[in-house]
Nanobody
Framework: QVQLVESGGGLVQAGGSLRLSCAASGRTVITYGLGWFRQAPGKEREFVST????????YYADSVKGRFTISRDNAKNTVYLQMNSLKPEDTGVYYC?????????????????WGQGTQVTVSS
């Protein structure tokens, strides 16, 4: 079993930056694909970014491309999401997820483990 714990959320002004972290425990996720999703108030959860086990394959949602950067440190069993040039529409609960497959994936339903989420609020 894998437990995922997100951290790094908070309140930031538009144009600011935040760095989210997601630490895995229970077992190593070095061979797992990892992803970030978010859910804005009143909306469904949506894909943000995903990374393969090696970090060699990465995808972003169009809405965050050029502003967000996903990375992972397999030695620390941790995935990160660096968020720059934040906009009010980036507000939401951010979740990390892990799937028992090495590749990245933009589909929510292929992930096996989820964190509890961390709140990101961007003020205008």
């Amino acid at each position: 079993q894998v437990q995922l714990v997100e951290s790094g959320g908070g309140l930031v002004q538009a144009g600011g930056s935040l760095r989210l972290s997601c630490a895995a425990s229970g077992r190593t996720v070095i061979t797992y694909g990892l992803g970030w999703f978010r859910q804005a108030p009143g909306k469904e959860r949506e894909f943000v970014s995903t990374i393969s086990w090696s970090g060699g394959s990465i995808y972003y949602a169009d809405s965050v491309k050029g502003r967000f950067t996903i990375s992972r440190d397999n030695a620390k069993n941790t995935v990160y999401l660096q968020m720059n040039s934040l906009k009010p529409e980036d507000t939401g609960v951010y979740y990390c997820a892990a799937r028992r497959s090495a590749g990245p994936d933009t589909r929510e339903n292929v992930y096996d483990y989820w964190g509890q989420g961390t709140q990101v609020t961007v003020s205008s």
